[in-house]
């Protein structure tokens, strides 16, 4: 590709491609516009108040995270609103609102079993048209329904319709009533299967069923995993020398880790031993940029040019 340069002569112009212009002595600088190469993504943030001994507004909420985010170098997180609403948990209406204005910032619906009806499905699905949310979360185990159900269906085919993701909780629950039978990983096989075009994200990597989780991101193109929520708080030396060998130990298994998402779980683990974590894997640059950026950006249609 030649690049050209007009030089003023007067009234005229000199064009000149690159050859030319250093030919004749004349030293640039080129500017471009490209995008930095290491970015980071944070698909798995929350503004809940988990200190409900005290009530935090939205607004201090969201500046805390933009704020740990700005410390941490974070150039975007998804904020995943919850599958209850009260004082302490904003709705998905109430977080789309919040945001506005935000350019680092996207929102995933999160969708109760139990509780939702018709209005949430006109709401959803008015928010998906007007590209107000960049998925759906489902909460598996902290509600008592396996993946597959029935009552989702129409969730699921509007996700596939407006080709956005689905994310589930899988694992380990946060609180001591779940029940992890709902949150076992290899139920996500089944929708994968029946839902083929559904691209789903299983949370936590299934921790601590991790290998299970490893078996259904390999055997279906349609699902990936996110490394949120490994640890309360920082990772200890040893519990992080535990999950990197769990980690690249998916990898080696499942392949090239383009189904593999950067997220925290914030404010419930911290970014900064997460970002610790991360240089910590054993892999090639490019491998983890797929990692920390690249997969989520292409997965959520996230617009990096303009961060």
């Known amino acids: 590709m030649k690049l050209y340069c007009f030089l003023p002569l007067k009234r005229y112009y000199l064009c000149l491609n690159l050859n030319e212009f250093t030919q004749i002595g004349i030293s640039f600088t080129l500017t471009t516009n490209k995008k ?25 909420c969201l500046n805390n995270l933009t ?61 998906l048209e007007n590209g107000f949310i960049k998925g759906l979360k489902f909460y598996p185990g902290y509600e008592p329904f396996y993946p597959n159900d029935i009552r989702f269906k129409l969730m699921y085919e509007m996700a596939v319709e407006y080709d956005v993701p689905v994310m589930f909780h899988s694992g380990d629950t946060y609180a001591p009533n779940g029940k992890v039978k709902y949150s076992h990983p290899l139920h996500i096989d089944d929708l994968a299967v029946d839902y083929p075009d559904l691209k789903i994200v299983i949370c936590h990597v299934g921790n601590p069923w991790i290998k299970d989780c490893m078996e259904v991101v390999y055997k279906n193109k349609n699902v990936y995993a996110d490394i949120s929520g490994l640890v309360l708080g920082n990772f200890s030396d040893k519990f992080e020398r535990y999950m990197k060998n769990e980690i690249e130990e998916m990898i080696t298994y499942a392949g090239d880790p ?50």
């Open 36 to 60: 930095k190469l290491n970015m980071i993504i944070d698909v798995h943030t929350h503004i809940n108040n988990y200190h409900e001994d005290r009530v935090v507004s939205l607004e201090d």
């Open 67 to 127: 704020d740990t985010m700005l410390a941490n170098n974070v150039d975007y997180s998804l904020v995943l609103s919850s599958y209850k609403v009260n004082e302490h948990r904003p709705s998905t209406r109430q977080v789309v609102e919040a945001i506005k204005g935000r350019k680092n910032l996207g929102v995933v619906s999160g969708i109760s079993y139990l509780h939702y009806d018709h209005r949430d499905v006109r709401e959803i699905s008015e928010y």
């Open 258 to 307: 383009n189904y593999l998402l950067y997220g925290t779980d914030w404010p419930i683990s911290n970014m900064g031993s997460y970002l610790k974590f991360m240089n910590q894997l054993e892999l090639a640059e490019e491998k983890k940029e797929l990692i920390l950026w690249k997969n989520a950006a292409k997965l959520f249609k996230i617009d990096v040019e303009n961060l």
